[in-house]
């Protein structure tokens, strides 16, 4: 089992930064992947970023590359999601989620059903 906990959403003027954190608690951090999602009003569950359990193998959805940036700390057992240069389009309620079945360390999935384990979410708003 393993337990999220997202914080660090809130409201934000567009070109701003947010960083994001997921803490997680349970089976051992070190040993999954992590991705972020987001989930826009209207809209289905997209996938934001992701990182291997040993922080080698990023991945990024393509409407962030570039100004998002995901990381992990092991001793913290915490993800991160920078974002900078926010835009409105970006505006969502923000998930983070654990992958415990991906096992090579360069492979980061990006489809929703592969990660087992899943926060609450944090809303971000990026105002104009």
């Known amino acids: 089992q393993v337990q999220l906990v997202e914080s660090g959403g809130g409201l934000v003027q567009a070109g701003g930064s947010l960083r994001l954190s997921c803490a997680a608690s349970?089976?051992?951090?070190?040993?999954?992947?992590m991705g972020w999602f987001r989930q826009a009003p209207g809209k289905e569950r997209e996938f934001v970023a992701g990182?291997?359990?040993?922080?080698?193998?990023?991945n990024y959805g393509d409407s962030v590359k570039g100004r998002f940036t995901i990381s992990r700390d092991t001793a913290k057992k915490t993800v991160y999601l920078q974002m900078n240069s926010l835009k409105p389009e970006d505006t969502a309620v923000y998930y983070c989620?654990?992958?415990?079945?991906?096992?090579?360390?360069?492979?980061?999935?990006?489809?929703?059903?592969?990660?087992?384990?899943w926060g609450q979410g944090t809303k971000v708003t990026v105002s104009s």
């Open positions: 349970g089976r051992t951090f070190s040993s999954y992947v």
């Open positions: 989620a654990a992958d415990l079945g991906t096992m090579n360390p360069k492979v980061i999935v990006t489809t929703i059903r592969e990660y087992a384990y």
């Open positions: 990182i291997s359990w040993n922080s080698i193998t990023t």
